[in-house]
T-cell receptor
Framework: AQSVTQPDIHITVSEGASLELRCNYS??????LFWYVQSPGQGLQLLLKYFSGDTLVQGIKGFEAEFKRSQSSFNLRKPSVHWSDAAEYFCAVGSVTDSWGKLQFGAGTQVVVTP | GAGVSQSPSNKVTEKGKDVELRCDPI?????LYWYRQSLGQGLEFLIYFQGNSAPDKSGLPSDRFSAERTGGSVSTLTIQRTQQEDSAVYLC?????????????FGAGSRLTVL
């Protein structure tokens, strides 16, 4: 069965510092991979996605992620965080053989940004 | 509409009552998804629709949960005889199609509290 692990439940980072959020997946076939962000009281907003091709994916708000098949990872990075990046971040995996919108989500990583 | 609209945004009900949650997807989006977000369980897939049919209902937690979609547009998630463990945020998402490089757009969710 497919699964998604986000090892860090909570991360605190200073404004202007770099950020990396980890995501590991377990999946038998080629996955579709996503990162979503959720601000308090809001729905999920797609940051970026990986379907195929270049393993370094650029997203919105200055985020990027790298797909590493050998490590079954899809880590999210941002070189310099802004206070507005404080939110919860979810990694998700979808199937190429199923409805890809039927996503398996990780438990999320809460990001706190300090001045 | 411009986005996925869900109503009500908040619902408080007594144990044993029935509730209906509504989702109005983006115009022209043929695929519609329901997810549940709760403490301890994270984000769980419930059901998806392609047009008015639901090829996959595997995520519905019990037979107290049902969903329908009419006219290929609005969807209603119904929970009968609500229990306290049904308390959660119910998220709806839509996309242009079930397969391919499509993006899920999520609504802000309906927060259900069962007393």
């Amino acid at each position: 069965a497919q699964s998604v692990t986000q090892p860090d439940i909570h991360i605190t980072v200073s404004e202007g510092a770099s950020l990396e959020l980890r995501c590991n997946y377990s999946y038998g076939a080629t996955p579709y991979l996503f990162w979503y962000v959720q601000s308090p009281g809001q729905g999920l907003q797609l940051l970026l996605k990986y379907f195929s091709g270049d393993t370094l994916v650029q997203g919105i708000k200055g985020f990027e992620a790298e797909f590493k098949r050998s490590q079954s990872s899809f880590n999210l990075r941002k070189p310099s965080v802004h206070w507005s990046d404080a939110a919860e971040y979810f990694c998700a995996v979808g199937s190429v053989t199923d409805s890809w919108g039927k996503l398996q989500f990780g438990a999320g990583t809460q990001v706190v940004v300090t001045p | 509409g411009a986005g996925v609209s869900q109503s009500p945004s908040n619902k408080v009900t007594e144990k044993g009552k029935d509730v209906e949650l509504r989702c109005d997807p983006i115009s022209g989006h043929t695929a519609l998804y329901w997810y549940r977000q709760s403490l301890g369980q994270g984000l769980e897939f419930l059901i998806y629709f392609q047009g008015n049919s639901a090829p996959d209902k595997s995520g519905l937690p019990s037979d107290r949960f049902s969903a329908e979609r009419t006219g290929g547009s609005v969807s209603t998630l119904t929970i009968q005889r609500t229990q306290q463990e049904d308390s959660a945020v119910y998220l709806c998402a839509s996309s242009l199609a079930l397969s391919g490089a499509n993006v899920l757009t999520f609504g802000a969710g309906s927060r259900l509290t069962v007393l």
